[in-house]
């Protein structure tokens, strides 16, 4: 009898805990993290060229690179972790189990075998009476588990229980918008949740 080598993707846990902060007020969730190799730090958003630290340093302190040491060729984590704390801004990732169907950090490519657990996620942030989600395969997969519609782009939805829920456009590089809009929309979204 011929056997035959086992040619499903590796199963992956998300590496890291979710970042709550004592008063966390807004919880923004990514899909997951790309590959180790692809780190510039040990924390979410860790791939250098993604936006998101980008679009914090351009909303919170009007500089697009204030959270990138060159240097280091690494994002600032010692400060990033201060901004968040500050402004009450929790972080974690939809998919606590996934599968790359290609070997890449494509959303498209991702199978997201087990989901976060949102709502015990949010019994740890009494606060915290907003989600956003930052790109398409997220904001799908919070829809799914809140029983709302995906919001268009730069909106939000409701849930039954009154949990604001935003779409937020991605932050990876390879989503055609320019970082000063995408920036925007961030901020925007910031106002309304009294974050800023």
Not at 126 to 140: Q, Y
Request: glycine share 6%.
């Amino acid at each position: 009898m011929t056997t035959y080598p086992d040619t499903t993707p590796a199963l992956e846990r998300h590496p890291w805990p979710p970042f709550i902060p004592d008063g966390a007020r807004i919880l923004i969730m990514g899909t997951f993290p790309p590959k180790p190799q692809r780190w510039s730090m040990d924390f979410y958003y860790p791939n250098r060229i993604n936006d998101f630290w980008r679009i914090m340093g351009l909303i919170f302190h009007g500089d697009k690179d204030y959270f990138w040491d060159a240097a280091q060729k690494s994002f600032r984590l010692a400060d990033i972790k201060t901004l968040l704390n500050e402004r009450g801004i929790a972080l974690n990732d939809t998919g606590a189990e996934v599968r790359r169907l290609k070997d890449n950090a494509s959303d498209k490519f991702l199978e997201i075998v087990r989901p976060v657990n949102l709502h015990s996620l949010l019994e740890r942030m009494p606060l915290c009476h907003t989600v956003a989600t930052t790109g398409e395969k997220a904001a799908g997969v919070i829809a799914e588990l809140t029983h709302t519609t995906i919001p268009k782009m730069g909106q939000m939805v409701v849930s039954p229980d009154g949990l604001e829920i935003w779409r937020m456009p991605s932050t990876s590089r390879a989503y055609p918008l320019a970082l000063e809009k995408k920036a925007a929309c961030y901020a925007s979204m910031f106002h309304h949740a009294g974050i800023i």
